[in-house]
């Protein structure tokens, strides 16, 4: 779900290929903020080489989660290209992510490379980096290790300042007794430097309901100004 408190212009839900996990995502323009696309991209669901596929009268799409990640991924930056997005900021649940010293491991890292490769960073991981999908957290049953798969990605242009980048719903909600999510939130404040306009991007999967060129994107009063 992609919501906003200012319109959302040409709006699209798309399916990606129908397989053993439905996946799909949305697209939106959002005046000051630019293009989005949200996303929630395949996880590797068991141990190599296993791949649970669809039935077996439906011949298998493809050979593991990782083949199956790698197409949805090419997918979306297809759909940039085709669209003629300049600067998008992608936002979900991407089941990928970079390897930390603080105990955070790394998921289909090889897709978060392609990304930083493919002129995306995500300024959550540079400043705050703590993970999204925690061992710490009731809801996971303890029985995942710690990772960081919710993104907010931008690109390496020079157009956004990034004012701040932190994890948010982490705490126990007092009227559920447990945290919001089996995954925490990332929200991401930027400053558009073409109109002069800040804007706040938050990514949260809900249970039940830059390095960008160099550092100067990055406000030198970084978490003075950060939320609330």
Not at 82 to 104: C, E, W, Y
Request: aromatic share 10%; charged share 15%.
């Amino acid at each position: 779900m992609l919501l906003s408190k200012k319109e959302l212009i040409n709006s699209t839900a798309n399916p990606f290929t129908n397989h053993s996990q439905i996946r799909g995502y949305l697209t939106a323009s959002v005046g000051g903020v630019g293009d989005l696309v949200c996303t929630h991209l395949s996880s590797q669901l068991a141990p190599p080489p296993l791949y649970v596929g669809p039935p077996v009268v439906v011949p298998f799409l493809y050979s593991s989660y990782a083949e199956q990640h790698s197409n949805e991924l090419m997918t979306l930056f297809d759909v940039i290209k085709k669209s003629g997005m300049q600067t998008p900021i992608l936002l979900g649940d991407f089941n990928h992510g970079p390897a930390r010293t603080d105990g955070v491991v790394a998921e289909f890292p090889f897709y978060y490379g392609l990304m930083n490769a493919r002129g995306f960073v995500t300024p959550y991981v540079l400043t705050d980096g703590r993970c999204t999908f925690c061992i710490d957290n009731p809801l996971t049953g303890g029985l995942f290790p710690d990772t960081i798969i919710d993104h907010i990605y931008i690109t390496t242009d020079t157009t956004k300042r990034v004012i701040c980048a932190r994890r948010f719903f982490d705490v126990v909600s007092p009227p559920i007794g447990t945290p919001l999510s089996d995954h925490y939130g990332v929200k991401v404040r930027l400053y558009n430097i073409r109109n002069e306009e800040c804007s706040a991007l938050q990514q949260c999967r809900y249970n039940c309901a830059s390095q960008i060129k160099d550092l100067s994107p990055f406000e030198p009063n970084f978490n003075e100004v950060c939320f609330s």
